[in-house]
């Protein structure tokens, strides 16, 4: 979970406008402190709420991220099958026809497939014709090599994860020092959440509750206002995020999906595979010389049926 531009540092806070020295009356005083423990708890509120809408941005990064490589993973093939008979069919067409513009329209097609030589060698295996290989996917977006199982991690998976951000989320913490333990203690917790890797996120936890027990926060009165003001201005951060998640061309499809993204990826992928099947039967019609095949017509209506057959074979 990526820290804000700007992380909270206590040390480095002006005092607010607000901030008013002890007063040495006893009833003062006792006010004055409540005061201080009313602001302290809206601190308190603030930080749990913050870290919960921290969940709910980083799991819908994580499920974007993931969907984005399950979609390339298993529909891409099956889109490069398509582009591939598609353009057998163009030629096919051209073959038949001879027309100069269909074989123009078939040069085009083939060419748009065929791949550029020696990309692959050039960038020692991180690029080829095709984009980025996972390798060199996973070194640019920071991601784990191993692609994820699933788009949405399990029940059990998302529970442990929530638990542990609760615990252990960078945005607790005032102190710079504590701050970069959380931030790197962090980043493995989600790269665990995004593989699904239930038993990792339990290893976590118990280093988590084996580490340094985290120092109370205690903030002075004064810097409480800053804290509230440092909190809000983070979440409204986070919400300029998540909106442009939402509005990305992959966050508006994995909304469409609703609870299933991966049964949504699975219907995809059997249209494509009619529609392979479809294009296939297609090749093979205009490889035969592209008779049209039509459907048996009503007894009454078979003389009319055999002439457009014949009508057709000529054309071919």
Not at 122 to 145: C, I, K, N, R
Not at 181 to 193: E, K, P
Request: proline letters at 8%.
């Amino acid at each position: 979970m990526a820290a804000s531009d700007a992380p909270f540092d206590a040390q480095n806070q002006t005092s607010s406008p607000q901030a008013v020295p002890d007063p040495p009356d006893p009833a003062e005083r006792a006010a004055y402190e409540e005061a201080a423990e009313r602001l302290a708890r809206a601190v308190r509120a603030a930080e749990a709420a913050l870290i919960e809408f921290e969940i709910a941005v980083e799991t819908f990064r994580i499920e974007v991220e993931n969907f984005s490589r399950l979609h390339e993973e298993r529909l891409g093939p099956l889109y490069g099958r398509i582009e591939e008979l598609d353009a057998a069919i163009a030629e096919a067409v051209a073959a038949r026809t001879g027309d100069p513009e269909d074989e123009r329209r078939a040069r085009e097609a083939r060419a748009a497939l065929t791949p550029m030589p020696q990309v692959s060698e050039l960038f020692h295996g991180w690029l080829d014709s095709d984009g980025y290989s996972t390798e060199g996917y996973a070194m640019l977006t920071e991601q784990p090599v191993q692609r994820p199982p699933r788009v949405r991690p399990g029940e059990k998976v998302r529970r442990l994860y929530r638990d542990l951000v609760r615990r252990c989320h960078p945005d607790l913490a005032t102190d710079e020092t504590e701050r970069h333990r959380r931030d790197v203690f962090i980043s493995r917790v989600n790269l665990a959440y995004a593989r699904g890797d239930e038993p990792a996120l339990r290893e976590l936890a118990d280093e988590w509750d084996r580490g340094p027990e985290p120092e109370p926060a205690g903030l002075p009165h004064e810097e409480l206002y800053a804290r509230l003001e440092w909190l809000a201005r983070r979440k409204d951060l986070l919400a300029d995020a998540v909106a442009a998640l939402e509005d990305s061309a992959v966050g508006s499809m994995l909304r469409m999906a609703g609870d299933d993204p991966d049964g949504m990826l699975a219907e995809v992928a059997e249209g494509l595979r009619r529609q392979i099947t479809e294009r296939e039967a297609e090749l093979a019609r205009q490889r035969d010389g592209g008779a049209a095949r039509a459907p048996a017509a009503p007894p009454d209506e078979a003389g009319e049926a055999g002439d457009g057959a014949g009508a057709a074979g000529t054309n071919g």
